[in-house]
């Protein structure tokens, strides 16, 4: 690093660290964000992958006449509007059908969404409507016919979150910040009991550095209460934490592009079947967890999201069918005793602790641009900064600025071109010109050796998996073929990054041992 000093660090480079990275460094902040493993290797990749202001919490807030569920949801769609246009090459709209069963559930979930039109306004993505039982037939051939009475259709948006996460870091790189991930925080530094700077650990190369700065973030989602432990040892926990977990299938369990929102479970959770990169992604969340770096899917959550697919389609799927799956963690702000985690209103909030850390608890993938907003205008606040406005309202992400559909792609074969536009939108003949001969890495999938020689080069990948499940997501579709390009993709990086046969075999044993367990 050319300076040791920043105006402010944000340890953690998931949605939140990388957000606030890009706010504070496009007002004209240097700014530097730590990151002890790869960028968005937890929760920030491990989400339903959906953009949205939350049908969920609509409801409770008009059952309970809650304004902070309404607000919440309020939000959420003001900021689904503005990603679908700031990212446009990574969020699109996604067309999501609630199936019905009771002929009085009709009209209530129609009114019910309506209403989500109505809160979303100018920036709403289509009106809701009524959904025949015949075309629900037609749409969904698996669907169970007993007793169904058609379904009730409405919109909101879907979003590739690592990519997005990575695109976030590459736009706040643009401003001038420095991005770095397996950089781990060991200790903060004090002066007059007030924090002055970290130590940090490279774990790669493993040496330490000092780096100073009067205001460090501390960003890290789930693992807040540990970072403020720290700080502090007594600090009291303020995060209860919800696991999401997620299936991937082949796409002929839902051949339609619209996907199925079930809004109640049996226990009370939502459920969603929906179509992601040319799969059917099948995922739910609340379900109280512990901390854990490597959450892994049990027995008992297979069998759960199992026999609820059992409830709502004419099939049996068998486990050995799964292609992959995954869990992560929410941090939810600490609800009252005996509360449920889905009972606990997605808000954040942002605290300082005595020697002056601020963390960011809670909030939610959708609303990440204006929680990074409140933090930076709350730390310019705090310590006496020059008081600039905030620019990611509006902000173009990197990959979007001169992005079109129709734009050409230096490619003959159509789905790598298809693959590169989606997956980095104007930035896709910069991919394939990392290399005069392009070679796929899998017969079945668009990954190509130019991609990865790009993401070493331009996108912080350091390690074979920061490529296989967070840069391309082939890992969480399909678990096997990652495993099969695992040779490729190390062959690849030990040319481009000077490894030793000792290196290449640990980082094997490594991705394999991820692979085979929790990703």
């Not at 963690?329 to 601020?358: C, F, M, Q, W």
Request: glycine content about 6%.
């Amino acid at each position: 690093m050319e300076s040791n000093k920043y105006d402010i660090i944000i340890i953690g480079g998931g949605a939140t660290g990388s957000g606030t990275a890009l706010d504070a460094a496009s007002r004209g902040f240097t700014t530097l964000v730590l990151e002890k493993n790869d960028f968005a290797e937890g929760t920030s990749s491990r989400s339903t992958k959906l953009v949205h202001g939350g049908v969920r919490y609509l409801e409770a807030a008009v059952k309970g006449l809650n304004m902070d569920q309404f607000n919440l949801v309020k939000e959420g769609l003001k900021e689904r509007s503005r990603l679908l246009k700031n990212a446009p090459h990574l969020c699109s709209r996604l067309t999501l059908v609630t199936p019905i069963y009771k002929w009085w559930e009709l009209p209530y979930m129609f009114i019910g969404l309506s209403l989500y039109d109505f809160v979303s306004g100018r920036r709403g993505l289509g009106r809701s409507s009524i959904v025949c039982k015949d075309k629900m037939i037609n749409n969904f051939p698996s669907i169970k016919k007993n007793a169904l009475v058609g379904g009730v259709k409405y919109y909101d948006g879907s979003f590739n979150d690592s990519r997005l996460n990575v695109t976030l870091l590459k736009t706040a790189q643009k401003f001038g910040a420095d991005c770095r991930n397996y950089s781990e925080v060991e200790e903060f530094l004090y002066e007059e009991g007030k924090i002055s700077g970290v130590k940090v650990r490279n774990k790669i190369t493993d040496e330490t550095y000092i780096v100073n700065s009067k205001i460090i973030i501390n960003a890290t989602g789930a693992f807040s209460d540990k970072v403020r432990t720290l700080d502090n040892e007594e600090a009291k926990k303020m995060l209860d934490l919800s696991s999401g977990i997620h299936i991937v299938l082949d796409k002929k369990y839902l051949p339609s592009d619209e996907g199925l929102m079930i809004p109640k479970t049996e226990d009370g959770r939502v459920l969603f079947i929906l179509p992601w990169m040319g799969k059917c992604l099948v995922g739910t969340t609340d379900e109280k967890t512990t901390l854990s770096e490597h959450p892994e899917v049990s027995a008992e959550d297979i069998k759960y999201i199992l026999k609820h697919l059992e409830i709502y389609f004419d099939l049996k799927i068998d486990e050995s069918e799964i292609l992959s799956s995954w869990c992560g963690i929410r941090p939810l702000v600490a609800a009252p005793k005996n509360a449920s985690t889905k009972s606990i209103v997605r808000e954040h909030i942002i605290i300082s602790s005595d020697s002056g850390l601020v963390s960011i608890l809670g909030g939610k993938w959708t609303t990440y641009r204006k929680m990074s907003e409140e933090l930076v205008d709350y730390v310019t606040s705090k310590f006496a900064l020059e008081n600039k406005e905030c620019q990611t309202k509006k902000l173009k992400l990197i990959g979007s600025e001169n992005f079109t559909k129709e734009m050409q792609v230096d490619c003959l074969d159509e789905d790598i071109k298809n693959y590169l536009i989606k997956m980095y939108g104007d930035k896709a003949n910069d991919v394939l010109s990392c290399t005069k001969k392009i070679e796929r890495l899998h017969k079945d999938y668009a990954h190509t050796n130019a991609e990865l020689i790009y993401t070493i080069k331009e996108e912080f990948v350091q390690k074979p998996m920061d490529y296989i499940v967070r840069r391309t997501s082939l890992a969480l579709i399909d678990k096997k073929a990652a495993k099969e390009i695992l040779d490729k993709v190390l062959e690849i990086m030990q040319k481009e990054l000077n490894w030793d046969e000792k290196r290449v075999n640990i980082e094997k044993e490594k991705s394999l041992e991820l692979l085979n367990n929790s990703l």
